[in-house]
């Protein structure tokens, strides 16, 4: 092949006036016809294909040709598509405009701007790279008895398509693809015969001439580049080509979970949604892969995961890997319908497939309840799965509303919908925003807005938008109208209504009427939420403390940050909200819940009399922190001290986590550190998981740790003993420390001598903590043999536990040789930085490893360098710390800026200053408040073991 050398080259875009980060829309892509041909053997690339021109790193490559059908919308004289490391034949390039040729004039190659500029152009031939990184069509590989056993496989999203073919990767642009793969059937390192996925099935069998097999696939519907799928690979996939049907497997295959998981949540989607099959793509392959970046992809017919994101084994994995993996199918499989059948226009509204698929997730967990409230019989999950037992509101709101809280309360974080405080524009995928703000935020104002539509509103209202948009790329804007037109064709939503229980559960499932106010669409409700960042805190009172008849409700931005201006960055909103506020009171014996709308005033409570307390944003069904003053708090509080399990566990959970908050920015909400102890004193007493998973310990170990019996726990209790063991063992509970030492030392890398699944990481970490290099060794020696991917993380996070330093500088050195995957080795280092002893191991690894860092971000695409950067210096507070970073990034400052990493350093300043001022500030105050109350209460010394805890907790994560 003659390749073009100016793919090297850079080349100035001429038309100052095109955003050079989007496309034009001159044309419109209508039909792909890709063919690829991969060499999967690095000792055979086939004639003329010297290694030595290969990019760094880069082994095995594969042929290609792209022939693209556009349509020209607008008069143009070029062709400009996305390209990235292809190196293109120019003298193979043409166009056609029906049966005759027209002349291409030239063909010039922009790769700074990830982009070919062409005059004209319709066919074109080029040779792509399997690079060992993760991204576009990738090189992998898995080891069978010491022998590396190499697949190829792909990773699209977010602009990772133009990696594979030349073509218009940008989400907005749907087309049909037709895809044929040139594969070898025999590896000389493998017994198996290897063969080719992509997102349709197989038309017709594959035509094979000697070792080399063409395999073509069915014509897939509309969809955008980032959810083409390959893969050659010589195992099987869940439901896959090769007629794995693994759900009729027993329970002891590691696939038999997800594939039951797989079809049940697809059952449950097609009942709330509209049927899978209806949608076009008549298979949903899942597959595991040795190494990948994310944690699974929703390629449309062929999902791909992390081993440890899809296998699990019933009787050795955690239940919490359990719930991740059942989570993570169902999120997945909520892709096909929100991100695959209707996808956003651009990333700035990513919310419209990953809030989506976040929220929906929980929807295909859940019990399928008919108007009656009964469970369906046709989608009971199988009773050996154990799905039908969990608490769905308890995980949702612990998993999801810590991380939204946390990362939306800075000037630095960014809207749902990635338009507003941000010019207008998002620059392609990387600036689509936070992760926890998409996700988690952008979850929980879909829950609400389920809880406050009704069930009937929101799920006829979704139907309604996925008829009407099938194929294509809505906006956020006619997502709400959807809604809007429902909402008005039911016609039965109030301004306020009385419950004997909450309008809702945690996961917004409400069979009620909306409550909703009158005069203002459905998006005029929500767009505040949507459309600018942060949130506020209520100041609530009662409006008369004697009669307690309602509440007075101010509200403000909320900012952790003393030193922030609310009203930056600027909004055209004005970071006002209005607020969807539940409020429960008890009166009378009884708890009873009120629903309605408000942004600053009071609401009547209404015939109500007798009020013992009352509880705003009861059951979290909102996102905002609340603040108690007067007569209101005090009556909360003299329930907490008397018993506190009157009041509900989401409420002790939030009051608890908001008042730790609030002493975060004593200038704006009036709260010190001293003052959130005193209020939170009956956490002494708490042993509720909800309450100590969102507020972080003796009476929580005496009810889940290591005196449980195994027997007869149940999985939601399971999540509670982990939980309890690494606290317990954390803040040094004697018992638990020795219990750990013990089964670490009983531990010789056999099954029956292995932990207990929910007690392994605790003996794994605090084990190795208290034990010697002899344990630490035979751990190490484990992981060479082990192939479970859960089991290998579990591994690992006991590694990263020891307190000598030698061991762990050794350990970090491990990390970065090849024992550890590069998907893996940022979390592993990341779990030394969470340690006492490696923090500032971790630093001087940083420092000392740069050209390391350097070298695999710049060569292998690694983008991990931001997370353990930031993970590491995260609780430093002290000047000192503070000297180091900032040397570090003035000697650094190229390779930081060429790295990309100017935005990760500028948030770690800010945090280091952060941490300065608040342990300035609190320190001594909380060194006072525990001497003071060391002896509350007589004997116990609760108090003050729970004030150390949670100082830890604060001073180690919450900073």
């Known amino acids: 092949m003659k390749l073009s050398p100016a793919i090297f080259a850079a080349l100035e875009v001429a038309s100052a006036q095109r955003d050079p980060w989007r496309l034009p829309t001159t044309l419109d892509p209508l039909h792909y016809n890709i063919r690829i041909k991969a060499y999967l053997d690095p000792e055979d690339q086939g004639e003329d294909n010297d290694t030595i021109n290969f990019p760094a790193n880069t082994q095995q490559h594969f042929d290609a040709s792209a022939r693209i059908k556009m349509n020209c919308t607008e008069p143009t004289s070029e062709i400009i598509l996305n390209s990235l490391y292809l190196d293109f034949d120019a003298g193979q390039t043409s166009l056609k405009r029906g049966n005759a040729d027209v002349k291409i004039n030239s063909v010039v190659f922009d790769n700074d701007l990830e982009q070919i500029n062409e005059e004209i152009d319709l066919s074109i031939d080029y040779r792509g790279y399997l690079q060992p990184n993760n991204f576009g069509f990738y090189i992998s590989y898995y080891e069978n008895e010491g022998v590396r056993n190499y697949v190829a496989s792909s990773q699209m999203q977010g602009p990772y398509a133009r990696r594979v073919f030349p073509g218009f990767d940008e989400p907005g642009f749907k087309a049909e693809y037709s895809v044929t793969m040139e594969y070898q059937q025999k590896m000389p390192w493998s017994n198996l015969d290897y063969y080719p996925l992509s997102n349709m099935p197989y038309k017709g069998q594959a035509a094979c001439n000697g070792n080399w097999c063409t395999q073509e696939f069915e014509k897939t519907v509309k969809m955008s580049s980032y959810l083409t799928a390959f893969a050659i690979v010589d195992f099987g996939s869940l439901i896959g080509e090769k007629d794995q049907l693994m759900s009729a497997t027993g329970t002891d295959n590691p696939m038999w979970f997800p594939a039951i998981s797989t079809e049940r949540v697809t059952d449950q989607f097609g009942s709330v949604l509209r049927s899978y099959k209806d949608m076009g793509v008549e298979k949903a392959d899942q597959i595991a892969l040795p190494d990948f970046n994310a944690g699974a992809m929703e390629n449309w017919g062929l999902v791909t995961y992390r081993e440890q994101s899809l296998l699990y084994d019933m009787n050795r994995d955690r239940f919490d890997r359990k719930f991740y993996v059942a989570n993570v199918v169902s999120h997945e499989m909520a892709h096909m319908w929100f991100g695959d059948f209707v996808t956003c226009q651009f990333w700035d509204e990513l919310w419209l497939n990953e809030a989506f698929a976040t929220f929906i997730s929980y929807v295909g967990l859940e019990e399928n309840r008919d108007s009656n409230n009964s469970v369906r019989e046709s989608l009971k999950w199988n009773d050996d799965s154990s799905v039908g037992t969990w608490d769905l509101s308890r995980s949702f709101i612990a998993n999801r509303y810590p991380a939204a809280l946390q990362h939306d309360q800075t000037t630095s974080s960014n809207p749902i919908v ?476 190229a390779d930081i800026k060429q790295m990309g990493l100017e935005g990760t350093f500028d948030n770690v300043m800010t945090t280091i200053d952060k941490n300065i001022k608040w342990r300035e500030e609190n320190e001594q105050n909380i060194v006072n408040w525990i001497n003071e109350n060391g002896n509350a209460g007589g004997d116990s010394g609760d108090a003050a073991a729970m004030a150390a805890s949670v100082f830890f907790v604060l001073a180690s994560i919450l900073l």
């Not at 969807?580 to 409570?605: C, H, R, V």
């Not at 930085?833 to 350097?854: A, C, H, M, N, P």
């Open 418 to 893: 990635n338009i507003e405080n941000n010019n207008g524009k998002v620059e392609g995928h990387p600036q689509a925003g936070s992760s926890n703000i998409i996700y988690s935020k952008g979850g929980i104002i879909l829950k609400n807005i389920r809880c406050f539509l009704g069930d009937e509103v929101f799920f006829g209202g979704l139907q309604d938008y996925l008829e009407k948009f099938k194929y294509s790329n809505p906006d956020s804007y006619d997502l709400t109208q959807a809604w809007e037109d429902k909402r008005k064709s039911v016609g039965k939503d109030t301004e306020s209504e009385k419950y004997d229980e909450s309008i809702c559960d945690g996961i917004g499932f409400n069979q009620k009427s909306g409550v909703l106010m009158s005069g203002k669409t459905v998006g005029e409700h929500w767009d505040p939420w949507l459309r600018q960042m942060g949130y506020p805190f209520l100041t609530v009172s009662y409006s008369d403390d004697s009669s307690k008849a309602g509440i007075n409700v101010e509200q403000k931005r909320f900012l952790n940050n003393p030193d922030d201006d609310a009203s930056n960055p600027p909004s055209k909103l004005n970071y006002k909200w209005p607020i969807p506020l539940q409020t429960a009171f008890k009166t009378n014996g009884a708890i009873k819940y009120m629903a309605t709308w408000i942004e600053n005033g009071s609401i009547d409570f209404a015939e109500t009399s007798d009020i013992d307390f009352a509880i705003v944003n009861a059951d979290y069904v909102s996102f905002f922190r609340t603040k108690y003053d007067g007569q209101i708090l005090e009556d909360l509080l003299n329930v907490l001290s008397v018993d506190h399990t009157e009041v509900p566990s989401f409420s002790r959970a939030n009051f608890v986590a908001d008042y730790f908050a609030f002493a975060e920015n004593k200038p704006l909400t009036g709260v010190d550190i001293t003052d959130t102890f005193e209020y939170t004193s009956f956490m002494a007493e708490e042993t509720d998981f909800v309450v100590w998973k969102i507020s972080l310990v003796q009476k929580y170990y005496d009810n889940f740790g290591y005196s449980v019996d195994l027997s007869k726990i149940v999985d939601m209790d399971r999540e509670a003993m982990n939980l309890a063991l690494l606290m317990s063992c954390q803040y040094g509970n004697a018992d638990c420390l020795a219990n750990s030492k013990s089964l670490i030392e009983k531990y010789d890398g056999s099954l029956q001598n292995e932990p207990d699944r929910d007690q392994k990481l605790t003996a794994y970490c605090y084990g190795i903590q208290e034990s010697g290099q002899g344990e630490w060794d035979k751990l190490w020696a484990s992981y060479a043999t082990e192939q479970n991917a859960n089991e290998l993380y579990s591994i690992r996070y006991g590694l990263a536990c020891s307190k000598d330093p030698a061991t762990i500088k050794n350990w970090l050195q491990l990390i970065k040789g090849d024992d550890i995957r590069t998907q893996d080795k940022h979390t592993a280092i990341n779990q030394v930085s969470g340690t006492e002893v490696g923090r500032d191991l971790v630093w001087e690894f940083i420092e000392e490893e740069w050209q390391w860092i350097k070298d695999k971000t710049l060569q292998e695409s690694w983008t991990r360098a931001s997370s353990i950067i930031s993970t590491c210096t995260s609780t430093f507070s002290t000047a000192e710390l503070k000297q180091k970073v900032a040397a570090f990034r003035s000697a650094k400052s």
